[in-house]
């Protein structure tokens, strides 16, 4: 499995961005798919999940209502838009995978994507 994660870049707070995650090496149908990232000086922590097989979301407390994943199953690729981004967004965001239903915690998932950056100036 290959993990492909784009889309981080510069915005400031208030605004958007959409991340991608492009999955390949298998067929994801009973896969689950998450979204984490982490800060400086911190520990990666969960921000989004997204069962392949449903569409059923789960979402961390702090970005509720403001971050929305999906996935476009034609393209293997899962989504992470991001509105109404505050500084304390700031981090690198990872994407996952795993070979269950979703998950929130980082020991769940077994494949990892490479991290892209989002920076959030206030």
């Known amino acids: 499995v290959q993990l492909q994660a784009s889309g981080g870049g510069l915005v400031q707070a208030g605004g958007s961005l959409r991340l991608s995650c492009a999955a390949s090496?298998?067929?994801?149908?009973?896969?689950?798919m998450g979204w984490f990232r982490q800060a400086p000086g911190k520990e990666r922590e969960f921000v989004a999940a997204i069962n392949w097989s449903d569409g059923s979301t789960y979402y961390a407390d702090s970005v509720k209502g403001r971050f929305t994943i999906s996935r476009d199953n034609a393209k293997n690729t899962v989504y992470l838009r991001m509105n109404s981004l505050k500084p304390e967004d700031t981090a690198v965001y990872y994407c996952a995978a795993r070979g269950n239903r979703a998950a929130t915690r980082l020991r769940e998932y077994d494949y990892w994507g490479q991290g892209t950056l989002v920076t959030v100036s206030s």
């Open positions: 090496g298998r067929t994801f149908s009973s896969y689950a």
